[in-house]
């Protein structure tokens, strides 16, 4: 809660982004490793597809489109390169603090992820993006307040919370059909200013395959998260079978 009361403070003075507007990055650099990147772009004339019980038609038409905005050195990527892990359609703000996705910890691939608006009727309830000069190594960053400083742990055979200077926070003023492309690496948070449930929106995430086809999952390296992990790994062998997951049969599919 002393974010919230403090956040202005702790976090800078807030800049409203809209799709239209350039934040200096051309394409996402989806690497495993470095600073957070986030592009924003609008894809409305998808919202029919998106509103229909079967997502598949509008998700695949924003992988198509969201492609030639991303990198992985100068790696060319198409649809047979990348595998979406999970989709969340949902309304509300579920996450209400500053992290990095706890999803990541579970693979060792390349990846991007996804947030697109589809419904709110309020100004406020969307998202923040944090930019930081802070480097990662995928996913799984939490942020508290302690003593009136922002302190990071980024997960690592022995994790520490340490200071985290935010360079510059932006909230995402978005219009129906506009969406946030970001790395893992990129620091967000929901809008916790609004219960937000005015707010419609689908998140996924996106694994590019390794060069030879390969996807590296390992969910079970430490105990936290256990429930978020087991559905993760179901739904990785019924997207990708068994040998990502079963050590007789290799790390790696």
């Known amino acids: 809660m002393s974010l919230y009361w403090q956040f202005d403070a702790l976090c800078g003075p807030v800049h409203p982004m809209t799709a239209f507007v350039n934040n200096g ?3 996402v650099n989806c690497g495993r490793s470095g600073k957070g ?8 004339d998808l919202l029919p597809l998106l509103r229909e019980e079967n997502k598949q038609p509008g998700i695949r038409g924003i992988l198509e489109r969201v492609l030639p905005h991303v990198h992985v050195g100068n790696r060319p990527l198409s649809i047979d390169d990348i595998v979406v892990i999970d989709v969340i359609a949902a309304r509300g703000a579920y996450f209400p603090s500053i992290h990095t996705d706890i999803e990541w910890e579970m693979y060792s691939n390349a990846g ?3 947030w697109m608006l589809l419904e709110n ?3 406020k309830g969307n998202m923040f ?13 939490s942020v508290k307040v302690r003593n009136n400083q922002l302190m990071i742990k980024k997960p690592s055979p022995s994790p520490e919370w340490k200071p985290l200077s935010i360079r510059k926070t932006l ?3 978005f219009q129906c059909g506009d969406l946030v492309l970001f ?4 620091l967000h948070m929901s809008d916790f200013r609004s219960n937000a449930d005015s707010r419609l929106s689908i998140n996924f995430r996106v694994l590019i395959r390794k060069p030879c086809g390969g996807i590296n999952f390992s969910p079970f390296k430490s105990r ?8 993760h790994a179901i739904l990785f062998v019924m997207l990708c079978g068994l040998r990502g997951v079963c050590p007789l049969f290799g790390p790696s599919v």
């Open 129 to 141: 993006m944090f930019e930081s000069d802070e480097t990662y190594d995928g996913g799984g960053a």
């Open 25 to 27: 990055v051309d394409r």
């Open 112 to 114: 991007f992820q996804v």
């Open 171 to 173: 909230y995402l003023a």
């Open 224 to 231: 936290d998260n256990m429930l978020l992990k087991m559905y």
């Open 121 to 123: 009727w309020k100004e």
């Open 37 to 44: 990147e986030f592009k924003v772009l609008s894809m409305a």
């Open 183 to 186: 790395n893992q690496n990129m």
